[in-house]
């Protein structure tokens, strides 16, 4: 089955910098990569997601990245804000129609800094 | 629509007791998850129905845990006897399965079995 790996486990920026996180899968035939974002003691909530027909998507501060050669994608938020604080999850799985074999990464702690 | 509902949000209860989350997913959604979130853990999914079946239960860590879906609005999980190491907080998500695979997450409940 599908293993996601996720890196950082935690990452801190000072606001107004960018952050990074990567995530690599093992899965060649996984097609749709979504990210959430988890606020604390909140649910996670789709923020952005890329299918492997495109190599980078973008909404406003907000950029994921798509090697499928590679097999790893990233998340990238420019210009940091404090609301940014939040744990960030990627995922994989094979169809954009149906969930069944999505998989998540451990997630990302990221906190932006004042 | 009022979003994925679960209940009760938070249950405190005693190692041996049996205890019942409860799930609505999004009217006219077909598909849904149940998640548990640990910090050692990260976020697991433990089973998942399509059209009220369930598809793949190959994520519920043992035979003390058991859901059901008996009809499109309604699904269940189920813990006998709970064990401390069941504490977490459980997540229920719900899906389009027809159309793009975002996943909505109900807000969650934080099981701590002492």
């Known amino acids: 089955g599908e293993n996601v790996e996720q890196h950082p486990s935690t990452l801190s920026v000072q606001e107004g910098d960018s952050a990074v996180i990567k995530c690599t899968y093992s899965?060649?035939?996984?097609?749709?990569f979504p990210w959430y974002k988890q606020e604390l003691g909140k649910r996670p909530q789709l923020i952005i997601d890329?299918?492997?027909?495109?190599g980078e998507k973008k909404d406003q501060r907000i950029a994921v990245t798509l090697n499928k050669t590679a097999k790893h994608f990233s998340l990238h938020i420019t210009e940091t804000q404090p609301e940014d604080s939040a744990v960030y999850f990627c995922?994989?799985?094979?169809?954009?129609?149906?969930?069944?074999?999505?998989?998540f990464g451990a997630g990302t702690r990221l906190t932006v800094k004042p | 629509d009022a979003g994925v509902i679960q209940s009760p949000r938070h249950e405190v209860t005693e190692m041996g007791q049996e205890v019942t989350l409860r799930c609505k997913p999004i009217?006219?959604?077909?598909?849904l998850f149940w998640y548990r979130q640990t910090m050692m853990r990260g976020l697991e999914l433990l089973i998942y129905?399509?059209?009220?079946?369930?598809?793949?239960d190959s994520g519920m860590p043992e035979d003390r845990f058991s859901a059901k879906m008996p009809n499109a609005s309604f699904s269940t999980l189920k813990i006998q006897p709970s064990e401390p190491r069941d504490s977490a907080v459980y997540f229920c998500?719900?899906?389009?399965?027809?159309?793009?695979?975002?996943?909505?997450f109900g807000p969650g409940t934080r099981l701590t079995v002492l």
């Open positions: 129905f399509n059209n009220n079946v369930p598809i793949d």
């Open positions: 890329i299918r492997s027909n495109v």
């Open positions: 009217s006219g959604h077909d598909y």
């Open positions: 995922a994989a799985s094979r169809s954009p129609r149906n969930n069944n074999d999505m998989r």
């Open positions: 899965d060649s035939a996984s097609n749709y």
């Open positions: 998500a719900s899906s389009l399965g027809t159309t793009y695979n975002e996943q909505f």
